[in-house]
């Protein structure tokens, strides 16, 4: 690894792009954190002073609000899937680990709260519903190209699943169910941090 950093040759990863030619190659959780999960807090903090906020907040919790107990024993299961997920893949359950569920939680939040809801709220002021959904979506897969270098098919693929979270978020009226989805998807899709060794 050390010589083909040196090299600045490092191999392409399952996502993301290869780091030649001085492309910078994710393989910190650190990495991970400070260049997608601070970007993407930072976008949730700007969206918040969107206009039209605080009605798409409460149509989008009032089921979550009016009945939190079934959405505590979904969180409840999902926790013990991962889990039992990690420990039958032959994965560590250390304190990485589950810093990292809880960064993949932190992350369904803002992006779902972003991009599926108060961007495409203020879009949706001057454009129509599909537009809105259209662009919020791909400002989404745009920011993982950049932060994540992940390679264009993968984010198309990341454009393609926002419009389906849109959909059903535009049909159950449920932020807290397409957070509970993107959190399951984004957990099979990267189970474990990334380490130098899994680059």
């Known amino acids: 690894m050390a010589k083909l950093i040196a090299q600045g040759n490092l191999p392409q990863g399952r996502l993301q792009r290869k780091a030649s030619g001085g492309g910078v190659y994710i393989s910190k959780f650190r990495q991970v954190f400070l260049r997608h999960g601070l970007t993407m807090g930072l976008v949730a903090m700007v969206c918040l002073f969107l206009p039209a906020l605080t009605e798409s907040i409460r ?10 107990l079934p959405y505590i024993a ?5 926790v013990v899937f991962f889990l039992g997920f990690l420990w039958f893949r032959g994965y560590s359950t250390n304190g990485r680990e589950l810093t990292w569920l809880v960064y993949l939680l932190f992350i369904s939040i803002v992006e779902e709260f972003s991009f599926r809801l108060m961007l495409p709220s203020f879009l949706l002021l001057t ?3 599909i537009p809105a959904a259209v662009l919020s979506n791909l400002a989404f897969a745009c920011i993982h190209f950049f932060t994540l270098r992940w390679r264009l098919m993968n984010c198309i693929g990341v454009f393609l699943g926002g419009l389906g979270l849109s ?3 535009g049909n159950t ?3 807290i169910l397409v ?3 993107h959190w399951l998807v984004t957990f099979l899709n990267t189970p474990t941090a990334p380490t130098k060794q899994s680059a």
Not at 59 to 68: E, R
Not at 74 to 78: G, Q, Y
């Open 59 to 68: 149509w989008s919790t009032a089921a979550f609000l009016t009945d939190h």
């Open 74 to 78: 979904a969180s409840a299961i999902l």
């Open 127 to 129: 454009l129509g519903a």
């Open 167 to 169: 959909r059903l978020l």
């Open 173 to 175: 009226e449920d932020i």
């Open 179 to 181: 957070i509970g989805v």
